[in-house]
Antibody, heavy 124, light 110 residues
Framework: QLQLQESGPGLVKPSETLSLTCSVS??????????WGWLRQPPGKEVEWIGS???????YYNPSLKSRGIISVDTSKNEFSLKLRSVTAADTAVYYC????????????????WGQGTLVTVSS | QSALAQPASVSGSPGQSITISCTGS?????????VSWYQQHPGKAPKSIIY???QRPSGVSIRFSGSKSGNTASLTISGLQAEDEADYFC??????????FGTGTKVTVL
């Protein structure tokens, strides 16, 4: 059974870079037909998709992040990562990683399974 | 992109059917056949229950069904059970190759 687990600091200072890693177990991140995505949910707000990556390193991002986010993949470690620079309090959220299915069709897909999520608070 | 609009809460008695709406625009729900629905119990990871508007992932109960008309998608839960009490949110692929999510609906089993 495929499982994803987020890890990283729970507290980041304003203007610094948020860094998270998603470890994938029970399956290979190199499997074709899947992208791997990052999403977040600020307290009391809806889920927001941040971006996704294919095992080749091909990425696509939510334009609303204004190029602050970078997603990378390490197939040797079976994990992918998120870096979000110049964070503010508005970046405080539960961050999730998830497998994105269907995206290799050239259009939309869906996310399944998701990790448990990790709360990241931006505060000095 | 604006969030997809969902009712804040929906309730029903065991055995009843309930429907949750998800209203977007001609740039997301109305434009694509890529609407998905997720169930989230408190403190748990979201779980996919519907994809591509009407499709159920393997292992998901047939009591969950999806549909779409124009800019509004809907999730119906038939034969409501206590275990269905959870938060539900929708998502749609949208223009500019992005995804937009719903505001979420809390389902209460009376």
């Amino acid at each position: 059974q495929l499982q994803l687990q987020e890890s990283g600091p729970g507290l980041v200072k304003p203007s610094e870079t948020l860094s998270l890693t998603c470890s994938v177990s029970g399956g290979s991140i190199s499997t074709t037909s899947y992208f791997w995505g990052w999403l977040r949910q600020p307290p009391g707000k809806e889920v927001e998709w941040i971006g996704s990556i294919y095992n080749s390193g091909s990425t696509y991002y939510n334009p609303s992040l204004k190029s602050r986010g970078i997603i990378s993949v390490d197939t040797s470690k079976n994990e992918f990562s998120l870096k979000l620079r110049s964070v503010t309090a508005a970046d405080t959220a539960v961050y999730y990683c998830a497998r994105e299915e269907g995206a290799t069709r050239g259009s939309g897909g869906w996310f399944d399974p998701w990790g448990q999520g990790t709360l990241v608070t931006v505060s000095s | 992109q604006s969030a997809l609009a969902q009712p804040a809460s929906v309730s029903g008695s065991p055995g009843q059917s309930i429907t949750i709406s998800c209203t977007g625009s001609s740039s997301d729900v109305g434009a694509y056949k890529f609407v998905s629905w997720y169930q989230q119990h408190p403190g748990k990871a979201p779980k996919s229950i519907i994809y591509d508007v009407t499709q159920r992932p393997s292992g998901v109960s047939i009591r969950f069904s999806g549909s779409k008309s124009g800019n509004t998608a809907s999730l119906t839960i038939s034969g409501l059970q206590a275990e269905d009490e959870a938060d539900y949110f929708c998502s749609s692929y949208a223009s500019s190759s992005t995804y937009v999510f719903g505001t979420g609906t809390k389902v209460t089993v009376l």
